[in-house]
């Protein structure tokens, strides 16, 4: 597996470049789609599974342990994300809500855990899966509770509007609802990955080529700036992780709720 | 009782609503109008409509968030 100390070229310092960070080699040479990013995205399932399975697989009313732990999990997903925007359908789609905010939460948390460092999510086609999922399922939910021609024209034609003026707005409620929304749903969790995980190299590459590669009195200075600024943003990281995990299923809900009831 | 539980729900939804989706009507109204005025642009042979349509589309799509979300 590569680390962050990916090499840099000759006597001077080079900033990490996203081809060597992100453009990973296959684990097993010969079977190319299996990168690291693909394993993780297996070990975070596995792992979003085993606990999940651990907390709820023989559930007590009075839960304490690893079931309390991820009992709460819950509740936050269900008070924070499904409730504003679902109500009293919230229930109903609380496994698909819990499963993502939890699948997302770990997949960017491996950005960093220490020796894996990778935010699964900074690959875009893992985003992709989901917020198109989410795509298909808020057409399908549309569709199926308003009428395929009810939906497009809730969409489309918000009311109270004067009639000429439709023919302006109408093409741009569905551009917004239909290719702009999933397309932002799922860059928004890629950008802020990618980003987070570019910064944090950065900063390592820093911290590491002043203090090891090139350790002289001039450039230690800046070698610790690197290192207490990688302490920093890995902070600010995990702030960033959890709150992009939390949007992400938020939008979910969002869309999902936006789908169930027509607006206004 | 119920309706005065349900009450903060509704309002943080509404907000929500507006927060998320008003910044991709803006972009969509951007993208359709400016689009529009660069295939004029380009059909004519000019560089007016480009800015026109752009500054149109955002003007529009604030004007719909307007209507949609002010009350």
């Known amino acids: ?264 | 009782m119920s309706a005065q539980e349900r009450r903060p729900e509704e309002d943080g939804r509404d907000f929500a609503d507006a927060m998320w989706s008003i910044p991709s009507s803006l972009l969509a109204g951007m993208a359709i109008y400016g689009g529009l005025g660069w295939l004029l642009d380009r059909w004519l042979d000019m560089s007016a409509f480009f800015p026109i349509g752009t500054v149109l589309g955002l003007v529009l799509a604030g004007y719909l968030a307007y209507r949609k979300f002010s009350r």
């Open chain 1, 1 to 264: 597996m590569i680390t962050l100390t990916a090499p840099a070229h000759g006597d001077e310092f080079s900033a990490p470049t996203p081809d060597e960070l992100f453009n990973l080699p296959p684990i097993i040479a010969g079977v190319d789609w299996f990168t690291k990013p693909v394993l993780l995205a297996i070990l975070s399932a596995i792992l979003v599974i085993g606990v999940c399975w651990g907390a709820f697989s023989k559930p007590k009313l009075v839960p304490r342990g690893l079931q309390n732990v991820v009992e709460y999990g819950y509740m936050f997903v269900r008070d924070q994300v499904a409730r504003p925007f679902l109500g009293k359908d919230s229930d109903r789609f609380m496994g698909l809500l819990v499963t993502m905010f939890f699948l997302v939460l770990v997949w960017n948390l491996m950005g960093v855990v220490p020796f894996i460092q990778f935010p699964v999510a900074s690959h875009i086609a893992f985003p992709a899966v989901l917020a198109i999922s989410v795509y298909v399922l808020k057409i399908y939910l549309g569709v199926k509770y308003q009428g395929a021609g009810g939906y497009f024209k809730n969409m489309m034609f918000p009311p109270g509007l004067p009639k000429p003026i439709y023919l302006l707005l109408s093409p741009i409620e569905f551009l917004s609802n239909m290719i702009i929304a999933p397309f932002t749903h799922m860059v928004r969790l890629f950008a802020n990955m990618f980003a987070g995980h570019m910064l944090l190299a950065f900063f390592s590459m820093v911290g590491f080529w002043f203090l090891f590669e090139k350790l002289t009195p001039l450039g230690a200075g800046v070698g610790v700036l690197g290192v207490v600024m990688t302490i920093i943003f890995t902070g600010f990281e995990i702030f960033i992780q959890f709150l992009q995990a939390f949007l992400f299923a938020m939008l979910a809900s969002m869309y999902i709720g936006g789908s169930l009831h027509a607006e206004h």
